[in-house]
C-alpha cells in the first residue's frame, strides 16, 4: 500500500520534470524577442483600446510607438500630451504637442427648434434611419436622436438629453478618441480644438440646403446669410455649400459672429456672459 | 399540383379589396413633378429650361448612360421649375415642375382605342423604341426595360416569364391591367418575345386571380406561344427568382442573374407599357395605381399621370380615413412608409396604401429565442437571425460568408418573425455595405 503511492509520487515528480524541461528547452528554442520598452510604453498609455490613435489597442500604438523612430506621426488623444512626454522620455524622442479636442455636436435641433413631422418606428439605430430615409423633420441633415454615438463611446462621455433628444457631452470625461465621429451617420459630431478654459465657439448646424428651406426645417438652422464670414476679422469662417464653417485653428474666440448670426446657430461655449454696452455707459459715467 | 417555389415563403391574407374596381382616369390639374431619377441607374439630364411649353409626351430629360431612362412629360403646360424637392421619403432630389395648361398630346401618340396586332418591326428596332419611351420595371423596383432585353454576349435568353403573380397583399394594379387590357397584355408580351428571340412565354399568374387565368387562357390560341400557368397563392412568388424556379424549376446561383440560367423576367404592367410604347407611340407617362386600405371608403384603381402629387390624388377621393397610422408607396410586405404626402408619384409607384392606427405600428421587439421561423420562411435559403447579429456589429465579412447580399427585402422574416425584432431593417444596412464593399472589390 505505501509503495503504490510512493511510485505514484516519483513517477509524477519525474514526469513533471522531464516535462519541465522539454517545455524549457521549447522556450528557449522558440523565443521571440520583445524590445522590453513596448510593456513600459503600454503601461503610460490610458488602456482604455478605444482606437482613437487609429491602432488596434494600446498594446498596437506602444508596438508601433517603439518601431517607429519617428514619433511625431502618433498621438494617443486620450493621453494628451503629459502622456506623449513621459512616452518620449522612455523612447528618446521628439514628443508631438497637439492641442487638447473634444467632440461638438453640431445640430441644435431640438424638438421646438425643428418640428417632427412624422414618426419613425423601426429598429432604434441612427444607421438604419439614415439608410431608411430622410428623418423624422423636414432637415435631412440634422441628428436623428437614436443615439449611435452614444453606443460606440468607450468613455460614457455622451448621453441623449431626453428634453431635446440631442446627444450631449460630458467635458471632463470626453478624451476626442473620435468613435462617435466615425458612428454618427449623417457626420454631425466633429472633434475640436478644446480651447482655452474650454472656450470655444463652432456652428451647430450641418444643413446644406439653402437658406429657406433650412429655416423652414428649423429655426436655429444656418441659412448660409454669410454675415458671419463678413464679420470675422481672421478669415476664419467659410461659407461654403450653404452652411458656414469656422475653422479652428484660425478662430481667435473674439465672438463677433455670435453677435451677428441671426438665427443664432453659431454657439459660444464656456465665456463669462456678455456685458451690454449700455451697462459700460453708465459705469463709465 | 400548382406549380410553386420551393424554399419558405408566407400566406400573408390579400386583401384585394381594389380587385373589381375598374380603372379610372384622372384629368391631370394643378402642377406636376417629375424626378428625373426614376429608376435604377444615372439619373435622367434635364434638356429643357423654366419656361419652356411642353407637351403630353414630350422628352424632357434624356437619359445618361446605357443604364438610365429617359423621362418624358407627362402634361401639357409650362415648365416651373427644375430644382431639387423631397420625395416621399424626404430626401430632396432633381425634379421638374411642370404648370399644367389644357391637355395637347404629341401628334404622333396614338390615342385611339383601337388594338394593334401586327408587329412589323425588327427586334433592334423594338429595343430602340422602348429605350426612346423610358420603360422602366413596373414590378416595383424601376429597372430599365431596355437594359434586361440586351442580352449579354456569350448569354442566351431561351425563355421569357412573364410576372402576374402580383402575390403583395392589397395591390391589385397587375390584376386590372390583365382584366381589362388583356389583348394589349398579350400583343405586349409577343413584342418582347420577338425582341429577345425566344420559342417560349409564361406568364404566372396566382389562382387567386382566376378570372384572369381564365380571360388570358381564353385569348391564348390566337397568340402563339404563350402559355398561362396557374401558380400556387405564397409570397414572394413575384420574385424574380422565385417565379424561375416556379415555372421552369431553375434555380438562379448566388451573386448572378436570372439570364445566367437563361431566363428574362418582366412584369405585366411593363408588358402592357411595352405595347403602348412600339404599336401607340406613346412613352411611360402614366402609371396604373391602386387606393386601398381597410378604412378606405372608396376603393380605387386609377391612371393616374406620373408626377401628380399624392395628396391631390387622395384629395380627390375624400382625403385620409380616420385613424390613419401609416401611409405605404406600394405593398404591405415591400412598400415603403412614406414621410412626405406632398411628393409625387413616379413611373413605378403601384399603389397607395393606407394602414389603420391599430395595424400600422410595430409591437415593441424582444430577444431572439431562436425558434428558427425566419430560416424556414426566407425564399433565398438565408438565416435573418445570424444577419441581424452580425449586421448590428458591423461584421460585414461574416456577412458576406453568409449571403447577406442575395437578400431580396420580402419582408418574410420580419412578418413570422414572434420577438418582432427589426430583422430586415439591420440585414438591409448590412446588404448594402456588404454590396459596397464587393463593388469595391472589382
Known amino acids: ?285 | 399540383m400548382l406549380k410553386t417555389f420551393k424554399l419558405g415563403g408566407i400566406h400573408p391574407a390579400d386583401n384585394k379589396m381594389a380587385a373589381l374596381m375598374p380603372i379610372e382616369d384622372i384629368a391631370p390639374e394643378g402642377k406636376v413633378q417629375i424626378f428625373v431619377s426614376q429608376h435604377l441607374g444615372a439619373p435622367a439630364e434635364p434638356i429643357v429650361a423654366k419656361g419652356d411649353t411642353v407637351k403630353v409626351g414630350q422628352l424632357i430629360a434624356k437619359s445618361t448612360g446605357f443604364v438610365s431612362a429617359n423621362i418624358h412629360s407627362s402634361v401639357s403646360g409650362t415648365i416651373a421649375s427644375i430644382d431639387s424637392i423631397p420625395d416621399h421619403l424626404g430626401i430632396r432630389r432633381t425634379a421638374i415642375t411642370i404648370t399644367v395648361e389644357g391637355d395637347e398630346w404629341l401628334k404622333t401618340i396614338d390615342r385611339s382605342k383601337e388594338i394593334k396586332h401586327n408587329i412589323t418591326i425588327t427586334p433592334q428596332e423594338i429595343i430602340a423604341k422602348i429605350t426612346e419611351a423610358g420603360i422602366v420595371g413596373l414590378g416595383g423596383a424601376a429597372f430599365p426595360t431596355h437594359v434586361k432585353l440586351s442580352v449579354p454576349q456569350g448569354k442566351k435568353a431561351e425563355t421569357l416569364l412573364i410576372n402576374g403573380a402580383e402575390c403583395e397583399p392589397y395591390l391589385t394594379s397587375d390584376y386590372r391591367v390583365m382584366m381589362e387590357y388583356s389583348e394589349e397584355l398579350l400583343i405586349g408580351v409577343l413584342i418582347l418575345k420577338k425582341a429577345l428571340n425566344v420559342p417560349k412565354v409564361y406568364i404566372g399568374i396566382e389562382v387567386n386571380k382566376q378570372d384572369a387565368i381564365n380571360k388570358l387562357k381564353g385569348l391564348q390560341s390566337k397568340h402563339q406561344g404563350i402559355e398561362i400557368v396557374p401558380l400556387k397563392m405564397k409570397y414572394p412568388q413575384g420574385g424574380e427568382k422565385q417565379l424561375i424556379k416556379a415555372i421552369i424549376n431553375r434555380e438562379v446561383p448566388s451573386g448572378s442573374l436570372p439570364i445566367d440560367v437563361g431566363a428574362i423576367v418582366h412584369n405585366v404592367g411593363t408588358a402592357y407599357a411595352v405595347y403602348e410604347a412600339v404599336q401607340k407611340n406613346k412613352p411611360l407617362i402614366e402609371n396604373i395605381l391602386t387606393i386601398t386600405g381597410k378604412n378606405v371608403k372608396e376603393q380605387k384603381n386609377l391612371n393616374v399621370r406620373v408626377g401628380t402629387p399624392l395628396s391631390s390624388v387622395l384629395q380627390k377621393y375624400g382625403g385620409l380615413p380616420k385613424n390613419t397610422g401609416k401611409i405605404i408607396l406600394g405593398g404591405p410586405m415591400m412598400g415603403k412608409a412614406i414621410s412626405n404626402l406632398d411628393a409625387p408619384t413616379q413611373k413605378s409607384t403601384s399603389a397607395i396604401l393606407i394602414m389603420p392606427q391599430l395595424e400600422a405600428s410595430r409591437p415593441k421587439p424582444s430577444t431572439c429565442i431562436r425558434c428558427s421561423r425566419c430560416v424556414s420562411v426566407c425564399p433565398m435559403g438565408l438565416e435573418p437571425y445570424l444577419l441581424i447579429r452580425l449586421a448590428e456589429r458591423k461584421m460585414y465579412d461574416d456577412l458576406e460568408k453568409n449571403l447577406a447580399h442575395d437578400c431580396i427585402e420580402c419582408g418574410c422574416c420580419i412578418y413570422s418573425c414572434p420577438a418582432n425584432l427589426s430583422l430586415l431593417d439591420y440585414i438591409r444596412l448590412g446588404k448594402t455595405e456588404v454590396l459596397k464593399i464587393r463593388r469595391s472589390r472589382k
Open chain 1, 1 to 285: 500500500m505505501g509503495s503504490t503511492i510512493l511510485v505514484t509520487v516519483i513517477m509524477l515528480v519525474a514526469l513533471g520534470v522531464v516535462l519541465a524541461i522539454i517545455l524549457y528547452l521549447v522556450a528557449q528554442k522558440f523565443k521571440v524577442y520583445e524590445d522590453p520598452r513596448i510593456d513600459e510604453v503600454e503601461a503610460i498609455l490610458p488602456g482604455a483600446n478605444c482606437g482613437g490613435c487609429g491602432f488596434a489597442g494600446c498594446r498596437a500604438l506602444a508596438e508601433a510607438l517603439v518601431k517607429s523612430n519617428d514619433m511625431t506621426s502618433l498621438y494617443c488623444p486620450v493621453g494628451g500630451n503629459a502622456t506623449m512626454r513621459a512616452t518620449a522620455k522612455i523612447l528618446g524622442g521628439e514628443a508631438q504637442t497637439k492641442d487638447p479636442m473634444i467632440a461638438a455636436v453640431r445640430c441644435n435641433g431640438t424638438c421646438e427648434n425643428r418640428p417632427r413631422t412624422n414618426q419613425f418606428e423601426g429598429a432604434v439605430s441612427c444607421a438604419v434611419m439614415a439608410a431608411t430615409y430622410g428623418g423624422e423633420t423636414a432637415c435631412t441633415y440634422g441628428c436623428l436622436g437614436r443615439g449611435d454615438c452614444v453606443v460606440s463611446c468607450p468613455f460614457d462621455a455622451i448621453h441623449m438629453n431626453p428634453a431635446t433628444d440631442l446627444p450631449e457631452v460630458d467635458e471632463e470625461k470626453c478624451t476626442a478618441c473620435g468613435n462617435c465621429v466615425k458612428a454618427c451617420p449623417k457626420i454631425i459630431i466633429e472633434l475640436r480644438k478644446k480651447g482655452p478654459k474650454g472656450k470655444r465657439i463652432f456652428v451647430s448646424c450641418i444643413n446644406k440646403d439653402k437658406g429657406g428651406i433650412a429655416k423652414k426645417a428649423c429655426d436655429v438652422a444656418c441659412i448660409s446669410c454669410s454675415k458671419c464670414f463678413k464679420t470675422c476679422p481672421y478669415e476664419a469662417i467659410t461659407v461654403a455649400n450653404n452652411l458656414a464653417y469656422i475653422d479652428f485653428t484660425k478662430c481667435k474666440l473674439c465672438r463677433k459672429c455670435v453677435e451677428v448670426c441671426p438665427t443664432g446657430s453659431i454657439h459660444e461655449i464656456h465665456f463669462p456672459p456678455r456685458v451690454k454696452k449700455e451697462e459700460i455707459g453708465i459705469t463709465e459715467n
